[in-house]
C-alpha cells in the first residue's frame, strides 16, 4: 500500500521541483537574457542620453570633466566628445552611444 502512494507523491512534487515548468525555460532564458534596458530612445531624446551613459563611463577611468560636442552619426547612433581628469593631466575621449542604451565605442 505504501509503495502505490510513491507514484502519487513524485508526480505531486514535482511542480515543486520546477521540472513541470520546463517547457517555459527557453521564454525565460529569453527575458533573463535581454535584462537589458528595453527602451529605445528617440532622435531628440538620443543626445541627452548618450551625454549621460558616456559621463558615467568617463568616470571609471578619471574624474569627469567635461562633454565638449554630442554629434548625431544616424537616427540611432550619437558620438559623444569630452575630457577626463587624471591625477597627471587631462585627456580627451570619444564615447559612441546606441539608441537601445548600450555604449558600443568608448575611446579614451
Known amino acids: 500500500m505504501r509503495i502505490a502512494t510513491l507514484p502519487l507523491l513524485i508526480a505531486a512534487t514535482a511542480p515543486l521541483a520546477g521540472c513541470a515548468?520546463?517547457?517555459l525555460a527557453p521564454a525565460v532564458a529569453?527575458?533573463?537574457a535581454s535584462g537589458r534596458n528595453q527602451y529605445v530612445y528617440t532622435a531628440d531624446e538620443l543626445p541627452k542620453a548618450a551625454s549621460e551613459a558616456c559621463r558615467s563611463e568617463a568616470y571609471r577611468y578619471g574624474r569627469f570633466?567635461?562633454?565638449?560636442?554630442?554629434?548625431l552619426l544616424s537616427q540611432t547612433t550619437a558620438r559623444v566628445h569630452g575630457t577626463i581628469q587624471y591625477t597627471n593631466?587631462?585627456?580627451?575621449?570619444?564615447?559612441?552611444?546606441?539608441?537601445?542604451?548600450?555604449?558600443?565605442?568608448?575611446?579614451?
Not at 570633466?65 to 554629434?71: K, L, P, R, Y
Not at 593631466?89 to 579614451?108: A, E, M, Q
Open 21 to 23: 515548468y520546463l517547457p
Open 65 to 71: 570633466m567635461s562633454i565638449d560636442s554630442v554629434q
Open 30 to 32: 529569453d527575458i533573463v
Open 89 to 108: 593631466g587631462t585627456r580627451s575621449f570619444g564615447c559612441t552611444f546606441r539608441n537601445d542604451g548600450r555604449i558600443i565605442d568608448f575611446d579614451r
